[in-house]
């Protein structure tokens, strides 16, 4: 077994895509978890669905650092100290930066990258005695795609604010980790990409393909697990070899 799934994991955007496969997983291991997310219509879906499973599923902005301090003290009162935070809540654009609104470009910001860094500082007050974190990134936060001026920067913060805290916070017994994928099936991806879309996108990565959610839920649960105990601010592209390779240029 994973034994990221002795204790209790946290997932942002736990009632979709990558974040909800993630979820199906950890259950499936034997952890307790609490998903945060936004959306009201999808938090009533996945409690439905996950009725009768140790799981608590609480509507949660992750951009409300109160509303985030609340759940979270919900979270542990319910089911422990927090071992495990996965920041999945994310929001995407595929628009040029000519047509990007600066208030396009802070919501963008606030949910992808503080709303991550809300929900690390919310989890290290609730931590037991270790704390694994993973946050999504992208292979947009990598690469300079054509089309993510907002996006792409919000997850490049990403990966340098977790190499900031895996400094920080490794002499307490935290890690902080990275997973960036290209691109996945998920809603999110259906409703950006077009036919057209996904035509240039399959071109540029070498597996040619877009990767399904369990593949990147694989490697979060690899970086919550034991068996990265010595692994600390590293970025594990999950990206059929995007990133090694490829670039969306401008039209
Ligand atoms: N799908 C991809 O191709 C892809 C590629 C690279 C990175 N990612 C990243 O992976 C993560 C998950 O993406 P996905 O494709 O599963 O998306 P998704 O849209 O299927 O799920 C994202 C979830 O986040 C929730 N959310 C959005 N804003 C929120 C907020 N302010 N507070 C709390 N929850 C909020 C949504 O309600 C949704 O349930 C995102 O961070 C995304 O940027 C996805």
């Not at 952890?31 to 608590?56: K, M, Q």
């Not at 919310?122 to 993510?148: C, F, K, P, Y």
């Not at 970086?223 to 990265?228: C, D, E, H, T, Y």
Request: glycine share 10%; aromatic share 4%.
């Amino acid at each position: 077994m994973n034994a990221a799934a002795a204790g209790h994991v946290v997932v942002t955007g736990g009632a979709s895509g990558i974040g909800e496969v993630t979820v199906l997983a950890l259950i499936d291991q034997g952890a307790t978890v609490t998903i945060l997310d936004a959306s009201a219509e999808a938090v009533a879906r996945a409690e439905e669905r996950l009725e009768g499973e140790d799981v608590l599923v609480l509507a949660c902005d992750v951009t409300d650092e109160d509303e985030v301090a609340d759940c979270l003290g919900q979270a542990v009162d319910a089911l422990g100290p927090v071992t495990g935070l996965v920041n999945c809540a994310g929001i995407a654009r595929d628009i040029p930066a000519e047509r990007t609104s600066a208030e396009m470009f802070r919501q963008i910001v606030d949910v992808n990258l503080t709303g991550s860094f809300i929900l690390c500082r919310a989890a290290l007050d609730q931590m037991g005695d270790t704390l694994s974190i993973v946050n999504l990134s992208s292979a947009s936060g990598i690469r300079a795609n054509a089309g993510r001026v907002a996006y792409g920067a919000s997850k490049a913060g990403v990966i340098l604010m977790s190499q900031v805290l895996a400094n920080e916070w490794g002499a307490s017994g935290v890690r902080v980790n990275v997973v960036a994928p290209g691109p996945v099936d998920t809603p999110l991806i259906a409703s950006l990409h077009t036919v057209e879309d996904r035509k240039r996108w399959t071109a540029q990565i070498p597996l040619r393909r877009y990767g399904q959610p369990s593949e990147i839920a694989d490697a979060i649960l690899f970086l919550l697990s034991p068996q990265a105990s010595y692994i600390n601010g590293h970025v594990l592209t999950v990206d059929g070899g995007f990133s090694a390779s490829g670039m969306i240029a401008g039209r």
